[in-house]
């Protein structure tokens, strides 16, 4: 696992990420994050994967962590392969989220190989500020 400083926002953030040990892992899985008003966005490119190939969790130190597996494609014995450039195998990407992050309230969803995880934002409150009185 390698920490990479990631800066999203303006905010400093770190970034964690895991990759399978595996030669045959493919590590090339990018995430894009934005934040709206109302929430916080994570968009991943994940093409040739079924949602039931992947799986998106949050931990209880505010890490949303993204899994997936590409298998790969049954071949004859007969063929001879001259060049492979598509990966196959295992990965994990591990963000950490905002302190305003609603951790019970996730979304995830996927259209034409891209993974889309909204996670709804807290109001963040502002401290209250109290006129006093200037006596003399």
């Known amino acids: 696992m390698s920490l990479i400083p990631s800066f999203f926002g303006g905010r400093r953030s770190i970034l964690l990420d895991s990759f399978s040990l595996d030669n045959s892992a493919f590590v090339n899985t990018s995430i894009d994050r934005k934040e709206t008003q109302e929430a916080h966005v994570f968009k991943a490119d994940v093409p040739r994967l079924k ?25 004859d014995k007969n063929d001879t392969w001259h060049h492979v450039e598509r990966s196959s195998g295992k990965f994990m990407r591990r963000l950490r989220l905002p302190e305003n992050a609603k951790m019970d309230q996730i979304e995830a969803s996927m259209e034409n190989g891209v993974l889309t995880v909204t996670i709804s934002k807290e109001e963040m409150k502002k401290p209250e500020t109290k006129a006093a009185e200037i006596s003399g």
Do not use: M
């Not at 190939?53 to 130190?61: A, G, S």
């Open 51 to 75: 949602k039931d190939e992947l799986k998106v969790e949050v931990e209880d130190h505010r890490v949303l962590q993204i899994s997936g597996k590409r298998n790969l494609e049954k071949e």
